[in-house]
């Protein structure tokens, strides 16, 4: 086992957390409402965090959206840490990813989409962190534009590519549950959109739960890369040092190399996609 597996290990158990953490601040200080609350009012005579009751008023400004969760202070503060910290750990599991199937394998077409889509969803990330929406709205929406988009396709290539390259049953398996778990995200993402458009009260709230179940679900995939770093090695960031390299050198190629027999390689023009 390698250490490189707590890297994807500790992404979802940090960000998760986190997040749940900023919502029990936002709820503690009442800038939100419970995720358990479905009744929502045109209007409040006063503003939800000067309320005393033990019934809320809540208005469309109070759906726990985790952007909302994150736009007031002092929660606002641990939201643009986490997803600042977030983004970081997306970029070096991708990057991390991304060498450890040329060591394995040969790079390709899904292996470089992956990546390129990892980083720019921690990039959308950065700005969703940093930007509050209720302070600087068209800035946040561009990050989530980004993001949401980025992540959901990020999933979608990673399930491809641990099918393309799956060789054990073991590896089909974890196919089957990347699969999976990319099909749920991808319609918790479809409804929660769906929703945030309407003007229902009901389907507002929903869609803040859909976007909850988005994110646990993205953060949950990144986790299951502990399958292939559990035997990543210090070779790995070899193949990085050589810029990726054109051409993967397998274990087998380099005993082959060093009894003198050259090893032949594909053109990458006919690199497997």
């Known amino acids: 086992m390698s250490l490189w597996m707590i890297l994807p290990a500790s992404l979802p158990v940090f960000t998760i957390t986190g997040i749940w953490v900023v919502y029990a601040m936002a709820l503690y200080n009442q800038h939100v409402c419970p995720v358990n609350n479905w009744l929502y009012n045109e209007s409040c005579e006063e503003q939800l965090p000067f309320q005393t009751g ?13 952007s909302k969760c994150g736009t007031l202070p002092p929660e606002s503060c641990f939201f643009s840490l986490i997803c600042s910290t977030g ?17 394995k394998h040969q ?15 921690a990039a959308g990330l950065i ?17 989530a534009g980004v993001a949401f988009p980025t992540s959901m396709l990020f999933v979608c290539l990673q399930s491809a590519l ?4 799956a060789k054990t049953q073991e590896e089909y398996q974890m196919g089957h549950l990347r699969l999976g778990m990319s099909l749920l995200a991808l319609i918790a993402l479809v409804l929660s959109g769906v929703f945030f458009c309407q003007e229902s009260f009901a389907l507002q709230h929903a869609s803040a739960i859909f976007e909850w179940i988005f994110c646990m679900l993205i953060m949950l995939f990144y986790g299951t890369f502990v ?6 090695s210090g070779d790995t960031l070899m193949v990085l040092s050589r810029g990726g390299g054109i051409h993967s ?12 027999r050259p090893s032949h390689h594909q053109p990458e023009n006919f690199s497997m996609l």
Not at 107 to 121: D, K, M, Q, R
Not at 127 to 143: C, E, P, R, S
Not at 249 to 260: I, L, Y
Request: charged share 10%.
């Open 249 to 260: 050198f397998s274990t087998t190629d380099q005993k082959t190399e060093v009894a003198g």
């Open 54 to 66: 033990p019934v809320l008023c809540c208005t469309l400004d109070n759906v726990p959206l985790i």
């Open 227 to 232: 399958f292939e770093f559990g035997g990543m």
């Open 127 to 143: 700005m969703v962190g940093n930007f509050q929406v209720d302070y600087a709205k068209v800035l946040h929406y561009i990050g």
């Open 162 to 165: 641990t099918y393309r390259l």
């Open 87 to 103: 983004s970081f750990m997306v970029m070096l599991i991708g990057l991390l990813r991304y060498a450890h199937v040329i060591e």
């Open 107 to 121: 790079n390709c077409v899904l292996n470089t989409a992956g990546l390129s889509t990892g980083w720019i969803c």
